[in-house]
């Protein structure tokens, strides 16, 4: 059975990224066959794998569009058992442009139909906003993981986030679950992160996940060389946690 998990929070700068590269590339690892989709029109996961994403003659824009399918536009085994249906800015057009669609928030949904069976896990990066785009990946997913930053304002938009994942369950997608949540730039030093993690496990009826991504140099440095933590520094704390998640994750989905 192939899951397909949606990696989304409207709040940028919290580690949604960096979790889909290397959350899907730990899982690879583990010898699990995955698929990232990049529904960012940043195209920051694309050019985390090293992809330059402004010379591609197909993304998931001209996908969602109908001018390619979804073999034209994947790029097969980036890193072993991983394959990638990249984005760039282009897709910052595709809201203007499927208004007026038909079934607008089922696209992706059906083009992965195509595909998702190749593959153990799908991993969508979500853009940092509840648009279209966000609404496209949360139907096509059968969950929802949250990456939440250790500070003050954790929880703002977090109620919202939930919000719509229980409105896309209601109207759009009734099999939507909370794939749960995951606390990123973690610092075991300070009291604040340790009070944030407290406090939201407390606030939240949804699942917490028991690792913590901690703030690490080499996993800030990794995007820039085009490479997951775990090719870049495989001994980095920032891989063993991503790692350490992604067993969770793997143990969870049995």
């Known amino acids: ?13 919290v580690g949604k990224t960096t979790t889909a590269i290397n959350l ?13 989709v990049d529904i960012d029109p940043q195209g920051n996961t694309t050019s985390g794998f090293g992809i330059e994403k402004n010379e591609l003659e197909n993304t998931v824009y ?7 399918s979804v073999k034209d536009c994947m790029i097969e085994d980036v890193i072993p058992n991983l394959s990638i249906i990249p984005s760039n800015v282009n897709l910052a057009a595709a809201e203007i442009e ?10 992706l949904k059906n083009e992965l139909d195509w595909v998702k069976d190749k593959f ?27 990456p939440i930053q250790c500070e003050y304002y954790a929880m703002e938009g977090l109620s919202q986030l939930i919000h719509t994942i229980n409105l896309v369950k209601k109207k ?19 009291n604040l992160s340790q009070e944030v993690v407290e406090s939201v496990k407390e606030a939240l009826e949804e699942r917490v996940f028991e690792t913590n991504i901690p703030r690490n140099v080499r996993l800030a440095e ?13 001994n980095s704390a920032g891989a063993l946690a991503y790692a350490s998640l992604a067993d969770e994750i793997i143990k969870v989905n049995k």
């Not at 001209?62 to 390619?68: A, P, R, V």
């Not at 499927?98 to 089922?106: C, F, G, R, S």
């Not at 909370?178 to 606390?183: D, I, L, N, S, T």
């Open 62 to 68: 001209e996908l969602m569009l109908g001018e390619c």
């Open 98 to 107: 499927l208004i007026e669609a038909d079934k607008k928030e089922y696209i």
């Open 120 to 146: 153990d896990f799908v991993i969508i990066d979500c853009p940092p906003s509840l648009s279209m785009l966000t609404v496209n990946s949360m139907t096509a997913s059968d969950s929802v993981l949250v």
């Open 222 to 234: 990794a995007p820039s060389y085009g490479m997951p933590i775990c090719k870049y520094d495989a």
């Open 24 to 36: 899907s590339a730990a899982l690879a690892e583990k010898g699990k066959k995955v698929l990232v």
């Open 1 to 13: 059975m192939t899951k397909i998990i949606a990696v989304a929070n409207q709040k940028g700068g």
């Open 172 to 190: 759009l997608n009734p099999y939507l679950e909370m794939e749960g949540v995951v606390f990123t730039m973690y610092d075991s030093r300070t």
